[in-house]
């Protein structure tokens, strides 16, 4: 997960790189960065710039995860309802076939070996989901350290500005840091919310049993409702801004 | 005789170009299946999403839960209807394209009908078929293209968000025009030697 830091001459190691990640071919690197000469940056501006990065890798890893839950949750739904389906049937048959026996302990003995066959599996589905559960709670912990960060930041340049009385300073072409900050919130208001979503699923979902809720429950974390198309936007013209597009 | 070289010359042509169309219409409607698939599938999801209980224990905590996922499902329906409506267009090219062979061949046929004279024209031999029955062959083909064209115009046209079983059942709706490959493929078996005829 850690990736080693670029030659930016600060001297600090970070976990994260402060660059897009090499795969996203469309960013360029911060020595062709059209608007922005990396070089000249401040100190400041620096953080800002590699917090937007940081921004769109965490999305990037988020995005990974979310696919992967999504077919989890695909393969657990599918899994109850071929276990109710199985139940279903093994109990008409019983009906079929004797009148008088009890519905309930001949089905299930008839269809115990699948249902702990089963169970087996659909726990260890469960166990994947709450994996990947995991890993978004902490990209979203990440999320939310450089929202912190920039808040920091913020104010930090605010004392300095109340000390000298002067303007608030344009880091990189239009935004103050004030701007990056509300942005950064936002998107993590998003993400939190989303996470809490992810949550009620993961624990929810092996424990229905009407169809059109585990689909609801699917297509709902599929989807990511709470994360709007707005969000696409805050992230692009941040990465635009700080001149990594 | 002239008409008769340029009739025959023009129908080949022609047959020639309705081959390729017809086979890019069968692509083209290929290309359609997984967008109608994703249609059907997210159809069956807008309709979970209307019949879930409001009463389900986890829906307290997320209110506007099912709104909120109504909007992403018929925002994403509303892309992929986007596209079918491309995938029409080029249907309707295609169809416009045999339209012009058939409306081409006939005016051909007109233009030295007098030449030609009716005998001529519906001579057959064991190897060509008559020209009047080729004319005909081109005639089907166009109308039976059109028909195919219209259906799939109508079911996307009438298409509503608020009936999802409508949708679901796209999927049967749109594929019922394979007959029209049969149709295509028995007409090419019978201009086999006339076609490889230089």
Redesign the interface.
């Known amino acids: 997960m850690s990736e080693s830091s670029t030659g930016k001459g600060s001297g600090k190691r970070r976990k994260s790189s402060g660059t897009p990640r090499k795969s996203d071919s469309s960013s360029p690197s911060p020595a062709k960065s059209p608007s922005v000469n990396y070089a000249k940056l401040s100190p400041g501006a620096k953080r800002v710039r590699d917090v937007a990065a940081d921004w769109h890798n965490l999305i990037q890893r988020w995005e990974v995860l979310n696919s992967s839950g999504a077919s989890l949750t695909n393969k657990i739904v599918n899994c109850k309802l071929t276990n109710i389906e199985s139940k279903a049937a093994a109990e008409v048959t019983v009906e079929k076939t004797s009148a008088a026996a009890s519905t309930a302990a001949a089905g299930g003995t008839g269809g115990a070996p699948d249902a702990s066959g089963m169970s087996e599996e659909l726990g260890g589905l469960c166990n994947q989901l709450t994996d990947t559960y995991t890993a978004m709670a902490k990209l979203v912990e990440k999320m939310e350290k450089l929202t912190s960060n920039l808040k920091g930041q913020w104010e930090l340049q605010q004392y300095q500005s109340d000390k000298d009385d002067s303007e608030p300073s344009i880091l990189f072409q239009t935004w103050p840091i004030q701007h990056f900050y509300e942005v950064s919130a936002e998107l993590s208001e998003m993400y939190i919310k989303e996470l809490k979503l992810k949550l009620a699923i993961s624990e929810n979902i092996a424990h229905l049993s009407d169809r059109h809720t585990m689909m609801f429950l699917t297509s709902s974390w599929l989807h990511q409702p709470y994360i709007d198309a707005r969000s696409g936007l805050l992230l692009e013209s941040m990465l635009i801004e700080t001149g990594h597009r | 005789m002239q008409a008769e070289i340029l009739m025959k010359c023009q129908l080949k042509a022609s047959f020639v170009a309705v081959g390729k169309q017809t086979a890019r219409w069968k692509d083209i409607v290929q290309n359609a299946d997984q967008y109608v698939n994703s249609l059907c599938n997210l159809a069956?999801?807008l309709?979970?999403?209307e019949?879930?209980?409001d009463e389900?224990?986890?829906l307290k905590?997320?209110p506007e839960?099912k709104s909120?996922?109504r909007?992403?499902?018929l925002?994403?329906m509303e892309k992929i209807l986007g596209t079918l409506r491309k995938t029409l267009c080029s249907l309707q090219e295609v169809s416009n394209s045999v339209n012009r062979q058939y409306t081409t061949s006939m005016n051909t046929y007109q233009t030295h009908a007098a030449d030609l004279g009716i005998p001529k024209v519906t001579e057959r031999s064991a190897t060509e078929p008559s020209m009047a029955d080729m004319l005909e062959w081109l005639c089907d083909i166009d109308r039976t293209v059109r028909e195919h064209y219209l259906q799939k115009q109508f079911l996307l046209d009438t298409i509503t968000y608020d009936d999802t079983r409508q949708i679901q059942n796209l999927h049967s709706s749109w594929t019922q025009g394979g007959d029209l490959d049969s149709v295509v493929m028995g007409i090419m078996a019978h201009l086999q030697f006339f076609l490889e005829d230089t």
Do not use: M, T
Request: with cysteine; charged share 40%.
């Open positions: 069956e999801q309709e979970s999403c019949k879930v209980p389900a224990a986890f905590d997320f839960l909120r996922l909007f992403k499902l925002e994403e």
